[in-house]
């Protein structure tokens, strides 16, 4: 092997341990906001997916109505749950929760586009008169605590 050979290989290898990952960086300029009003609105449509990071029994004590349970160690890229919505919903327990903010930055870098942090939380949506729902996860899923 030449030195000019060598040295091209060590520079691949190189670019493949540090710039080969799948996910994107994220900040929170990439943080989009939704207010309880649009949250109605799209469920209203059925053209969101709520997702509920928070741990699992947290999720059982209470959720909103048609919310999947996903923690944050849980998110995949191209989870079938997550694949072909239009707007992905992430919420906690309220305004003060880091979880929910977590969640998007986490779903933006394995690749969703329409991704929301809804705030409020459950909280916020009880605020509203809303109920919760309780018991099991959603279908499919196993029980397990996180």
């Not at 960086?25 to 709520?50: C, N, P, W, Y």
């Not at 707007?87 to 930055?105: F, Q």
């Not at 969703?112 to 279908?139: E, I």
């Amino acid at each position: 092997m030449t030195g000019m050979t060598k040295w091209l290989v060590s520079v691949l290898i190189l670019g493949a341990m540090i710039g080969c990952g799948d996910e994107v960086e994220t900040s929170d300029r990439d943080l989009r906001i939704l207010e309880r009003g649009a949250l109605f609105e799209q469920m209203h449509l059925e053209k969101a997916v709520l997702v509920d990071v928070r741990p699992l029994r947290y999720y059982q004590a209470g959720h909103i109505p048609g919310a999947i349970h996903m923690p944050l160690n849980h998110m995949r890229s191209l989870d079938p749950r997550l694949t072909g919505n239009k707007t992905i919903v992430v919420y906690a327990a309220g305004w003060n929760d880091p979880l929910s903010t977590a969640g998007v930055k986490r779903l933006i870098s394995l690749g969703y586009y329409d991704v929301f942090d809804y705030k409020g939380g459950v909280r916020d949506w009880q605020d509203a008169g809303r109920v919760l729902t309780t018991g099991r996860l959603d279908a499919g899923r196993a029980e397990t605590e996180d």
